[in-house]
């Protein structure tokens, strides 16, 4: 594995515990919890959906 | 029966969205209009029905913030989340910026998922439901 490779891994491996751990810790601020922060103002929902496109376009639009 | 024809319409789409590929004006056209869609049904959704006025949100947060002692626990997650973004970005960035083999970008890690049929209708229908629930979800009940 190349050495990006294994640095993405790690990251994955690091959201990956942390997920876990805050679903399991009702006093601790979950993905959930973040998404429905952003989703209680217009702001927020739009930055929400501008970062959502964007991804959307370039994902399925652009050359990987 | 409404819910039924919505659902095979929804999966004929994700079927039929596995099979375009980046250049072509199918792929285009059928983003665009999800875009669209989504962008108009936040709008609808959303009339009157939003949780809290934009300054209320960015006031709310700041106080919360500037009283972190009252909840040290769920701010300290919080900064990790944000660190683990900043992380993913940064990186990104990085290997977009080096453009060398062995360090590969976030997208083209998913591009060789997205090049298979399977994987294009996978993270296309995750997609959609992330769309989905920016448009809405946490909206305040209708009157």
């Known amino acids: 594995m190349t050495i990006g490779g294994v640095v993405w891994m790690v990251i994955a491996t690091a959201v990956a515990i942390w997920t876990a751990i805050t679903f399991a810790s009702p006093r601790l601020t979950s993905i959930v919890d973040v998404l429905a922060w952003f989703l209680r103002s217009w702001l927020g929902r739009t930055l929400l959906l501008c970062g959502w496109l964007a991804a959307g376009w370039h994902l399925f639009c652009q050359r990987p | ?143």
């Not at chain 2, 209009?33 to 962008?39: G, K, L, R």
């Not at chain 2, 106080?63 to 900064?79: F, V």
């Open chain 2, 1 to 143: 029966m409404l819910g039924i024809t919505a659902a095979c319409g929804a999966g004929a789409l994700v079927w039929w969205e596995g099979d375009q590929r980046y250049p072509t004006t199918g792929a285009h056209a059928s983003i665009a209009a999800v875009i669209v869609v989504t962008a108009i049904a936040m709008v609808a959704l959303g009339r009157a029905r939003q949780k809290e006025r934009t300054s209320t949100w960015i006031g709310c947060s700041v106080q919360t913030l500037l009283r972190w002692r009252e909840r040290p626990a769920a701010i300290a997650a919080a900064a990790v989340w944000a660190v683990l973004f900043a992380a993913v970005v940064g990186w990104d960035l990085n290997s977009f910026v080096h453009q060398a083999h062995d360090l590969p970008t976030l997208s083209r890690i998913i591009g060789a998922v997205t090049h298979a049929s399977w994987g294009r209708s996978l993270v296309f229908a995750l997609w959609c439901a992330l769309g989905g629930t920016i448009a809405g979800a946490n909206r305040r009940p209708a009157r």
